[in-house]
């Protein structure tokens, strides 16, 4: 059973970096096969997604966000991190690490973190 | 905006059948998949691909599609499936903006 645990500050400031780091367990990202991704929900609203990699490297973002977004993945921990540069409170959201699984032309997101609030606010 | 366009409420009495939709180009390339939020919970998904159901999830749950336009069915809803449902396509890109499923 895989397992995705995200981890950072619940806290940051405007104008600062978000940090989040999601931990895969059950299972390798370097095993290949599927994408994760990082989705977001702010409070009361719906789900958007980020931008995911593949344990190669290769990534895509989301092109409202791109240039404020880096994700990355260090195979050697099993982890998958995020970075939001220049934060404000429209950034505040639940953060889910998620992994994606199929193939064209049915994908599927098959598992999620329990997701992690990250607010902005001074 | 979201390329997925989904009703914001839909209501059904219990025991009833209600259907969700989700409409957008990119259904004509891809197949939706359709996930469950409750309050304070992740999502779960409920369907994938033409209408697959991941392991635990009850058989009242079916999906379709047709053109731009995929659906999600609930045949004799549940209580427990008032929830917050989502679709999703375009290689897991795009979401739909949600349906608020009511029982009553």
């Known amino acids: 059973q895989v397992q995705l645990q995200e981890s950072g500050p619940g806290l940051v400031k405007p104008s600062e970096t978000l940090s989040l780091t999601c931990t895969v367990s059950g299972g390798s990202i370097s095993s290949g096969g599927y994408y994760w991704s990082w989705i977001r929900q702010p409070p009361g609203k719906g789900l958007e997604w980020i931008a995911y990699?593949?344990?190669?490297?290769?990534?895509n973002y989301n092109s409202s966000l791109k240039s404020r977004v880096t994700i990355s993945v260090d195979t050697s921990k099993n982890q998958l991190s995020l970075k939001l540069t220049s934060v404000t409170a429209a950034d505040t959201a639940v953060y889910y690490c998620?992994?994606?699984?199929?193939?064209?032309?049915?994908?599927?997101?098959?598992?999620w973190g329990q997701g992690t609030l990250v607010t902005v606010s001074s | 905006s979201s390329e997925l366009t989904q009703d914001p409420a839909v209501s059904v009495a219990l025991g009833q059948t209600v259907r969700i939709t989700c409409q957008g180009d990119s259904l004509r390339s891809y197949y939706a998949s359709w996930y469950q939020q409750k309050p304070g919970q992740a999502p779960v998904l409920v369907i994938y691909g033409k209408n697959n159901r991941p392991s635990g999830i009850p058989d009242r749950f079916s999906g379709s599609n047709s053109g731009n336009t995929a659906s999600l069915t609930i045949t004799g809803a549940q209580a427990e499936d008032e929830a917050d449902y989502y679709c999703?396509?375009?290689?897991?890109?795009?979401f739909g903006g949600g349906t608020k499923l009511t029982v009553l």
């Open positions: 999703n396509s375009r290689g897991g890109v795009v």
């Open positions: 998620a992994r994606n699984s199929g193939n064209s032309p049915a994908y599927f997101i098959d598992y």
């Open positions: 990699i593949y344990y190669s490297g290769s990534a």
